[in-house]
T-cell receptor
Framework: EPEVTQTPSHQVTQMGQEVILRCVPISNHLYFYWYRQILGQKVEFLVSFYNNEISEKSEIFDDQFSVERPDGSNFTLKIRSTKLEDSAMYFC??????????????????FGNGTRLTVT | AQKVTQAQTEISVVEKEDVTLDCVYETRDTTYYLFWYKQPPSGELVFLIRRNSFDEQNEISGRYSWNFQKSTSSFNFTITASQVVDSAVYFCALSDPVNTNAGKSTFGDGTTLTVKP
């Protein structure tokens, strides 16, 4: 079964440094997402991406965050200047557009295994 | 705004007991979609079940069953004859078409289920 893959599995960085988290969504999916989960807490929406642009973002997704789909397969999340509170598990997800006869947002999110970001 | 409430923070049962995980949601939309995801100790998020707002038929799949009641905005999940491998955090999630290009899912806080041998 096709999978969403994320690299690296664990990233340690110093406060103020830039990090790029990488994801390869399932190839025929059109909707892409980043979620984060601070240790032991809920899964929080960061951003959704469709048709090469951000379709929605949360209040967490401030100017320090950006997303890109540079080459049609990778989907990246960049944090420009990391803060201690950015330490979390970051999950990439993708979603199929094919859910007929129901709308596409009936299809489930397919998550990667996550990247654990530790900011020291 | 969308909201998902999982009032049970932690549940502990002994193997072979039945357990029900509660989920209550809020949305202004008449069309919406509900999901349950499982997060085992290894950390990945795994899709379990989905329901749309106009399908109130409840379902049983092996040891799992779901009870969707629109009148009470609840989407509860039951595991019968629980097993140690069922130990995980279970998340209820709501997806609604407020932004039809986004399909954002809103997650509850999760219920940690521990099944003891």
């Amino acid at each position: 079964e096709p999978e969403v893959t994320q690299t690296p599995s664990h990233q340690v960085t110093q406060m103020g440094q830039e990090v790029i988290l990488r994801c390869v969504p399932i190839s025929n999916h059109l909707y892409f997402y980043w979620y984060r989960q601070i240790l032991g807490q809920k899964v929080e929406f960061l951003v959704s991406f469709y048709n090469n642009e951000i379709s929605e973002k949360s209040e967490i997704f401030d100017d320090q965050f950006s997303v890109e789909r540079p080459d049609g397969s990778n989907f990246t999340l960049k944090i420009r200047s990391t803060k201690l509170e950015d330490s979390a598990m970051y999950f990439c997800a993708s979603r199929s557009s094919d859910s007929e006869p129901l709308p596409w947002y009936n299809s489930p999110l397919h998550f990667g295994n996550g990247t654990r970001l530790t900011v020291t | 705004a969308q909201k998902v409430t999982q009032a049970q923070t932690e549940i502990s049962v002994v193997e072979k007991e039945d357990v029900t995980l509660d989920c209550v949601y809020e949305t202004r939309d008449t069309t919406y979609y509900l999901f349950w995801y499982k997060q085992p100790p290894s950390g990945e998020l795994v899709f379990l079940i989905r329901r749309n707002s106009f399908d109130e038929q409840n379902e049983i799949s092996g040891r799992y069953s779901w009870n969707f009641q629109k009148s009470t905005s609840s989407f509860n999940f039951t595991i019968t004859a629980s097993q140690v491998v069922d130990s995980a955090v279970y998340f209820c999630a709501l997806s609604d078409p407020v932004n039809t290009n986004a399909g954002k899912s809103t997650f509850g806080d999760g219920t940690t289920l521990t099944v003891k041998p």
